[in-house]
Structure formats: structure tokens, C-alpha cells
């Protein structure tokens, strides 16, 4: 048998652990096919590198889900789970709050549920979101500028950045790719995830919904690290483990239909 054969059939293997059991690591896999950390460590970076998975430290998560698509073709995709998401998140929300609604189709649910005569000032770079809340007579809305990243599908650039600067919002509903309890959140565009990370540091907490398929998984860039001031909004069926890593990490779980 040759090598490139067996190289092909480890790769394979690695593929499914992945769609099996989420995370690999390194030493694991080399265990388990007699041979190097060096070699398994080679694999996964050609794999991440054809975007067959995502390096993390000690191994790899699978890639996000959806990773090719816009905002508005993520908008059709299981919406009645998202709006489910939506209910649970919307109630944190308070009169006279201060919230950043992030890009993400959860985030629009999120503003199309907020009630018209709420008196909350929301922030937002993504003209849908904004478009959701013009009618809403309670909601003092800032859209923030800048040319509009039609593949986040809000405006992410050095002028949306400067103006988030001048922020300081209660909450942030911050849209994520992936979600780790080790890899943490993470996005698809590096521009994005920049935005991402300056608008977390400038929010006093963050709020992030999530449905079960970015569990588990990772995008390239970096957002921020699972810690005690995120609150994480799952499904009801979000598989037990996902949510036992996320509060080991200090985070405040929610579940969708009302449980803690």
C-alpha cells in the first residue's frame, strides 16, 4: 500500500472522527495510527489549509457551518429555530439599556421580537437590523457607517471601527461563527472578527445565540474567549457536554424555552 494511499485514508479517518465527535487531538490520532504528533500535526494543517477543518491548540474542530454564505441566504435557513433563540435572548433587554445588535440572522429575530414602544437606544452596523427598527417608536436607533461588507452583510471597515470607539454599550448581541469552550468565538472574515473583538471590549456584557450546528466548531479568526461575562443562548436539545464546557468556562448559560 502506498504512502499517499495511506495518507488519503488518515485524512479520511480524521474527516470522520471530526463529523463524529466534533474535536480531535493530535495525540489521540497519532496513537490511534501508530504514527508521529509530527505527522498528524502535517495532516491537519493541510486539511485546514484545503478548509477541511480548523486548527486549535492540541488538535482541530470541524469548520462552521455555512461558511460560503450572506446574510440573507443565512436569514432562510431554519428560522423557526432562531426565532426560538430570539425569544430567549429578547428578555434581557431592559428599559433605557444601551445594545449593540451584531451582524447574524439570530440578531435579526432579536430585533424584529424587541417591543415597539421599548424605550432602549440600539446600535447596530447591519442595515437590516436597522430596517427592522425604523417603525419602532421606543427604539432610538444608531446605524454606524462605512462601506457595507456584503459577505457579513454590515459595515465592518476602519469607519465602523472608529465609530464603535465611541461606544459603551450595556449589552452586546454579538453574532459568532463558531463557538468553542476552548477555541472560543470566532469568525469567518478577519475584518469582521476585528470589528467583533473591538466592539466586545467596549460592551459591558455579551449576549450570543447560537444554534447547535456552530457548537463545537471554529472559523479562522479569533473574536473573544468564553469567560464569565458572556451569557450564551443554546437550543433545548444543545447537546449536554457543549453546555457543561461553556459553564466550566464561567459562562452564563441559557437555554431556549426558558431553563437555565
Same mark, same amino acid.
Given at each position: 500500500?502506498?504512502?499517499?494511499?495511506?495518507?488519503?485514508?488518515?485524512? /479520511?479517518?480524521?474527516?470522520?472522527?471530526?463529523?463524529?465527535?466534533?474535536?480531535?487531538?493530535?495525540?489521540?490520532?497519532?496513537?490511534?495510527?501508530?504514527?508521529?504528533?509530527?505527522?498528524?500535526?502535517?495532516?491537519?494543517?493541510?486539511?485546514?489549509?484545503?478548509?477541511?477543518?480548523?486548527?486549535?491548540?492540541?488538535?482541530?474542530?470541524?469548520?462552521?457551518?455555512?461558511?460560503?454564505?450572506?446574510?440573507?441566504?443565512?436569514?432562510?435557513?431554519?428560522?423557526?429555530?432562531?426565532?426560538?433563540?430570539?425569544?430567549?435572548?429578547?428578555?434581557?433587554?431592559?428599559?433605557?439599556?444601551?445594545?449593540?445588535?451584531?451582524?447574524?440572522? /439570530?440578531?435579526?429575530?432579536?430585533?424584529?421580537?424587541?417591543?415597539?414602544?421599548?424605550?432602549?437606544?440600539?446600535?447596530?452596523?447591519?442595515?437590516? =437590523?436597522?430596517?427592522?427598527?425604523?417603525?419602532?417608536?421606543?427604539?432610538?436607533?444608531?446605524?454606524?457607517?462605512?462601506?457595507?461588507?456584503?459577505?457579513?452583510?454590515?459595515?465592518?471597515?476602519?469607519?465602523?471601527?472608529?465609530?464603535?470607539?465611541?461606544?459603551?454599550?450595556?449589552?452586546?448581541?454579538?453574532?459568532?461563527?463558531?463557538?468553542?469552550?476552548?477555541?472560543?468565538?470566532?469568525? =469567518?472574515?478577519?475584518?469582521?472578527?476585528?470589528?467583533?473583538?473591538?466592539?466586545?471590549?467596549?460592551?459591558?456584557?455579551?449576549?450570543?445565540? =447560537?444554534?447547535?450546528?456552530?457548537?463545537?466548531?471554529?472559523?479562522?479568526?479569533?473574536?473573544?474567549?468564553?469567560?464569565?461575562?458572556?451569557?450564551?443562548?443554546?437550543?433545548?436539545?444543545?447537546?449536554?457536554?457543549?453546555?457543561?464546557?461553556?459553564?466550566?468556562?464561567?459562562?452564563?448559560?441559557?437555554?431556549?424555552?426558558?431553563?437555565?
Amino acid at each position: 500500500m502506498s504512502g499517499e494511499l495511506l495518507l488519503r485514508e488518515r485524512k /479520511t479517518l480524521i474527516q470522520e472522527r471530526l463529523k463524529a465527535h466534533g474535536r480531535v487531538l493530535a495525540a489521540d490520532l497519532a496513537a490511534e495510527f501508530n504514527v508521529s504528533e509530527d505527522t498528524i500535526r502535517r495532516d491537519l494543517r493541510e486539511m485546514a489549509a484545503a478548509g477541511l477543518c480548523e486548527r486549535v491548540y492540541g488538535g482541530a474542530l470541524p469548520v462552521v457551518p455555512a461558511a460560503n454564505s450572506t446574510l440573507s441566504e443565512r436569514i432562510a435557513m431554519a428560522p423557526e429555530r432562531k426565532a426560538a433563540l430570539a425569544r430567549a435572548a429578547v428578555g434581557m433587554i431592559e428599559p433605557g439599556m444601551t445594545v449593540f445588535l451584531d451582524a447574524g440572522s /439570530t440578531n435579526l429575530a432579536i430585533a424584529q421580537l424587541i417591543e415597539p414602544d421599548l424605550p432602549v437606544t440600539v446600535v447596530t452596523n447591519t442595515p437590516l =437590523i436597522a430596517a427592522a427598527l425604523m417603525e419602532k417608536a421606543g427604539v432610538d436607533l444608531i446605524l454606524l457607517g462605512g462601506p457595507l461588507n456584503r459577505a457579513v452583510g454590515a459595515a465592518v471597515s476602519a469607519r465602523a471601527q472608529r465609530d464603535a470607539e465611541l461606544l459603551r454599550p450595556d449589552l452586546c448581541f454579538l453574532g459568532t461563527c463558531g463557538a468553542d469552550a476552548a477555541a472560543g468565538l470566532t469568525a =469567518i472574515h478577519f475584518e469582521d472578527a476585528e470589528f467583533k473583538r473591538l466592539i466586545a471590549s467596549r460592551s459591558r456584557r455579551l449576549v450570543v445565540a =447560537i444554534t447547535s450546528d456552530k457548537l463545537g466548531t471554529a472559523a479562522a479568526h479569533g473574536i473573544v474567549d468564553i469567560d464569565d461575562r458572556v451569557a450564551l443562548v443554546l437550543e433545548g436539545d444543545a447537546p449536554a457536554e457543549h453546555r457543561a464546557a461553556f459553564e466550566a468556562m464561567g459562562a452564563d448559560v441559557r437555554m431556549a424555552g426558558g431553563t437555565r
